[in-house]
């Protein structure tokens, strides 16, 4: 089954570059700069960024709908950077470098299957899953760290 790795829209991040540090801290959200790579895995570009990049550290609100799997975790956002559409069937390296956790979900948005891989196989897996009927998109997470990385849907 083609799948479709979607990354998240930059402009829903953007007014937080321009915030001062109490603004900053009030949403609970730090600017930061890139120190080593990687380690700072943007969900809007799915690289990691750069040493000397400015990135955002903010709690984000991945799973927002009613649901007793509704959720929200830290990611990383990279200044002035647009989002990446990726072609079907394609992951990433800041996904296929990191051990995975997937969680697959229905239209009603109750966890039906739940696994940690590989990025290196994630591929079979993402396929597999997404054949079944019941599936209707799959969340992955960086299992280490518990960071929401991407959302994955049947590609059209």
Known sequence: ????IH???????EHYFSMSEQELTNANAVLETVTESPGYPCRV???????????????YS???????????????VRKDIPSVKLEPD?????????????????????????????????KG???????EGTISYIHLH?????CFAAKVTRAA
């Open 62 to 76: 991945h799973l927002p709908e009613a649901s007793p799997y509704q959720a929200s975790h830290a990611i990383y």
């Open 7 to 13: 990354a998240l829209d930059q402009t829903q991040f």
């Open 45 to 59: 570009s799915l690289a990691d960024a750069k040493v000397g990049e400015t990135i955002l550290l903010v709690n």
């Open 90 to 122: 394609t992951i990433p390296d800041v996904i296929s470098s990191r051990l995975i956790s997937i969680r697959a979900f229905d239209n009603n948005h109750m966890m039906q299957r739940a696994d940690v891989v590989d990025g290196k196989i994630l």
């Open 1 to 4: 089954m083609p799948f479709q």
């Open 142 to 146: 960086n299992a280490k760290q518990g």
């Open 125 to 131: 897996q993402l396929e597999e899953i997404l054949a």
